[in-house]
């Protein structure tokens, strides 16, 4: 992504932060990531974070989606013996989230996902998150998500997070952030 593209975005999110009445700092929203994945689509594919700790044993990070944004099916895989996969919970604050994880498809979901996107989706479960909701993902379960109309800031929390080793179901994905 072009950096006037990140920090346009980084705006964007702020202010879905501020909306949601959650601060952070200067130094947060600098450093707050904005990953299009590779698509330079970041409107409807993508994700903002914001890392407050990520240590060998726990994980804590804000989840901002634009509106109607989306993130790719992926999973995190067992790493070694000692790492069997990361597992997070998510905690909506904002918003509405659609989390969509292995099981009975909903027979009308309310994700609406761009054609080009829609083949590499194979777990359609729905569990809808409202503030105050939270949901916890297992080790290496395949899971994507998108926010309702209005966007959404779930916080995160998890075991240690390896972002780079995060497997997608579409090839095309490129999880770290490439700036122009």
């Known amino acids: 992504m072009k950096r006037q593209d990140i920090e346009r975005v980084r ?3 702020a202010e879905i932060l501020e909306r949601a009445g959650i601060a952070i700092t ?9 990953a299009d994945c590779g698509f330079d689509d970041i409107e409807r594919l993508g994700i ?3 890392l407050y700790a990520n240590t060998d044993r726990y994980c804590a990070k804000e989840i901002i989606l634009l509106p109607r944004q989306m993130c790719p099916e992926h999973r995190h895989p067992p790493i070694d013996e000692n790492n069997i996969g990361k597992q997070e919970t998510f905690r909506c604050r904002w918003g509405k989230l659609f989390l969509y994880i292995p099981g009975e ?3 009308d979901p309310q ?3 761009p054609e080009t996107y829609r083949p590499y989706l194979n777990v359609w479960k729905e569990v809808v998150l409202i503030p105050g909701d939270q949901y916890t993902l297992a080790p290496d379960e395949k899971h994507w998500f998108q ?3 209005e966007g ?3 916080s995160e929390f998890s075991s240690s997070s390896l972002d780079e080793t995060d497997v997608f179901t579409d090839p095309r994905v490129k999880r770290i ?3 122009e």
């Open 177 to 179: 952030p490439v700036e």
């Open 147 to 149: 926010a309702g109309d």
């Open 48 to 50: 903002q974070v914001v």
């Open 11 to 13: 705006e964007r999110a």
């Open 105 to 107: 498809a909903a027979p």
């Open 111 to 113: 994700a609406r996902v």
């Open 152 to 154: 959404a800031v779930v």
């Open 26 to 34: 200067p130094a947060e929203r600098a450093g707050m990531e904005v």
